[in-house]
């Protein structure tokens, strides 16, 4: 059976993208869900020459399998520096060298969410423009501000409209599947 898939494209253990996604599948009751720890996946940076002399990475083989067989993605998004991380960004690159149309056909929940108030949105908007280029038209998005004080591991969403809010992208995604 084919699952949504949710991921949050950060290396760090502590990642609260990484905790933004796994609420966001436990809010999802309709439908099978899976929570992948990329950062627990060997994943290279992307190197052109390593891609020449070596092909694909079996780390990127067997991410891509996992990616393209899903129903659909939650994918939450950090930010360095008002961009995407190194980290997602070579993932981008590598399935995009694996397929250049990886995201044609794919419904994404596209999250992000960071300390300050702007909730990693450039990294958001950056990614979303970048999942469009590989064939990608079914995105919705959410970004939540301020996690330390709109977020607990208990509770979720704190904030009343911030809730609102993604409980209607949520059902719009959801809608679409």
């Known amino acids: 059976m084919s699952v949504i898939l949710g991921f949050a494209g950060s290396n760090s253990a502590t990642s609260i993208n990484h905790r933004f996604?796994?609420?966001?599948?436990?809010?999802i009751t309709s439908e099978p869900t899976e929570l992948i720890e990329l950062r627990t996946l060997k994943l290279p940076i992307y190197?052109?020459?390593v891609e020449k002399a070596s092909g694909i990475p079996g780390e990127i083989q067997a991410i891509y399998e996992k990616l393209k067989s899903s129903k659909a993605w939650v994918f939450s998004v950090?930010?360095?520096?008002?961009?995407?991380?190194?980290?997602?960004k070579s993932l981008l690159d590598w399935l995009s060298r694996k397929?250049?149309?990886f995201g044609s056909e794919l419904k994404i929940l596209l999250l992000s969410t960071s300390p300050g108030r702007g909730g990693a949105g450039s990294s958001r908007a950056a990614v979303a423009s970048m999942l469009?280029?590989?064939?990608?038209?079914?995105?919705?998005?959410?970004?939540?501000?301020?996690?330390?004080h709109t977020f607990s591991d208990e509770q979720g969403i704190t904030d009343q409209e911030l809730a609102t809010d993604f409980r209607e992208k949520l059902n719009q995604f959801l809608s679409s599947i």
């Open 132 to 148: 469009k280029r590989f064939g990608t038209e079914n995105i919705w998005e959410f970004g939540l501000p301020s996690f330390n």
């Open 47 to 49: 190197d052109v020459d």
């Open 99 to 101: 397929d250049k149309n």
């Open 21 to 27: 996604v796994k609420y966001a599948l436990k809010s």
């Open 78 to 88: 950090n930010e360095h520096n008002g961009n995407p991380s190194a980290y997602t």
